[in-house]
């Protein structure tokens, strides 16, 4: 059976025998044209993950077309210098930006790359945990932040003191004080010998 569902028949197997043939060509070093741009990178290196979508491709296993001696992966092709690299060096690119790093998160789960996928969200929860960081900071350099110390009697919860400490704290504003003293008081009228 084929992909397609149809059954094999000798049309199909010289066909088959064909793309076996151009697969059979991939020597050591390998030209790919992802997304319109063109890599040349090594047989070897396309196999550093024995598990990832391109060494799949490359071991002989798929049918890998190829277009004027590229083999056409339909993928951005901007994006998969950072996949080469890492195939390469085991090294993840270092963004100022989130969303580049998302994107790197993209193309690894599309080749295959679950070791570069850890690494790319270990990297992304450092950024997270250094903004955190440093909103942090920019609150408590600009008073936004206070320090609260919380003191109760001995066997007493955290959650007990603060519920305590809530119930005793007089939440009145000022303000309002005033204004109640204004609706409450008795209008007061007094001549004095100017009227």
């Not at 088959?16 to 020597?27: D, I, V």
């Not at 690299?85 to 690894?108: I, K, M």
């Not at 679950?114 to 992304?124: C, G, H």
């Not at 003293?181 to 001549?191: A, G, K, L, S, V």
Request: net charge negative.
């Amino acid at each position: 059976m084929t992909c397609s569902g149809e059954t094999m028949n000798p049309q199909n197997d010289k066909e088959n025998n064909t793309n076996l043939k151009s697969q059979k060509l991939f020597g050591p070093n390998i030209r790919l044209n992802v997304g319109g741009v063109k890599y040349h990178t090594s047989r070897g290196t396309l196999m550093q993950c024995p598990s990832s979508m391109l060494a799949r491709m490359f071991s002989g296993t798929w049918t890998v077309h190829e277009d004027e001696g590229y083999a056409f992966i339909d993928r951005d092709g901007t994006r998969f210098r950072h996949i080469l690299n890492y195939l390469r060096n085991r090294t993840v690119p270092a963004f100022e930006d989130e969303w580049r790093f998302q994107e790197v998160l993209e193309e690894a789960d599309f080749f295959g790359l679950p070791d570069l996928r850890d690494l790319v969200e270990a990297k992304i929860s450092q950024m997270k945990a250094q903004r955190a960081e440093e909103r942090a900071e920019d609150a408590k350099s600009s008073g936004q932040v206070c320090q609260v110390m919380i003191l109760g009697n001995n066997g007493d919860s955290p959650r007990d003191v603060i519920a305590q400490a809530l119930r005793n704290l007089d939440t009145q504003d000022p303000l309002e004080e005033h204004r109640r003293d204004m609706i409450t008081r008795q209008p007061e009228f007094t001549m004095d010998e100017e009227f």
